[in-house]
């Protein structure tokens, strides 16, 4: 009887260990997932602060283009 309880407490322990180190694989693969998003939504956002940035440039030289264009007409 001695020996089956052991058996039972070992296979616990070592069900617990497999438990346990699945839970620190999901929650690292979850880090994991929030960086990325993080990672994407400052990239995301920077390239939209450059393409702002770069539209209004290309109006600026459109109008300025154009009114050098007319001032030595």
Do not use: C, F, Y
Request: no cysteine.
């Amino acid at each position: 009887m001695n020996a089956i309880l052991l058996a039972a407490l070992s296979l616990a322990h070592t069900v617990e260990e497999e438990r346990a180190a699945r839970v620190a694989e999901a929650a690292k693969q979850g880090e994991r997932a929030a960086l990325e998003r993080k990672t994407r939504d400052v990239v995301r956002r920077v390239l939209v602060r450059l393409d702002g940035v770069l539209d209004e440039e290309l109006d600026e030289s459109d109008h300025g283009d154009h009114g050098e264009a007319e001032g030595e007409r």
